[in-house]
């Protein structure tokens, strides 16, 4: 998830949600079949070769097919954690809240504690 600035909000802020998965370069196949597998997001290499992206940006793509699969085949460990965030932020954007400055704040202290937290 980012933050990036915007003229066509009142709030001057979007939310761009993301969800991504890197992988070593060598599991390039995996992280391509993922496009296939979920019907949505696409994959790069990074520019230092070494790793490649998964990701998927697409907000009813997230909501409609990654949500429901990871809540069927739950992750484990310090990742379900993040995910159990990254859900919060998902009902907070499907209600529209993000719209709101109560629902960004929130939002924004979810990011923060993601990234404090180096999960």
């Known amino acids: 998830m980012c933050?990036?600035?915007s003229k066509s909000?009142?709030?001057g802020v979007q939310i761009i949600l993301k969800f991504l998965?890197?992988?070593?370069?060598?599991?390039?196949?995996?992280?391509?079949?993922?496009t296939d597998f979920f019907g949505c997001g696409s994959y790069t290499i990074r520019s230092n070769k070494l790793a490649?992206?998964?990701?998927?940006?697409?907000?009813?793509?997230?909501?409609?097919?990654?949500?429901?699969?990871?809540?069927?085949?739950p992750l484990y460990g310090v990742k379900a954690l993040n995910f159990i965030d990254?859900?919060?932020?998902?009902?907070i954007m499907k209600v529209k809240?993000?719209?709101t400055d109560s629902g960004l704040e929130e939002i924004l202290k979810i990011k923060a504690v993601l990234r404090n937290e180096q999960r």
Request: glycine fraction near 4%; aromatic fraction near 12%; charged fraction near 25%.
């Open 97 to 99: 809240g993000h719209l």
């Open 3 to 5: 933050r990036k600035k």
């Open 9 to 11: 909000t009142k709030s």
């Open 86 to 91: 990254f859900k919060k932020v998902i009902k």
């Open 52 to 73: 490649g992206d998964f990701v998927v940006s697409n907000f009813s793509d997230i909501s409609q097919k990654i949500i429901p699969f990871f809540d069927k085949y």
């Open 21 to 34: 998965i890197t992988q070593h370069v060598r599991d390039s196949i995996l992280l391509q079949n993922l």
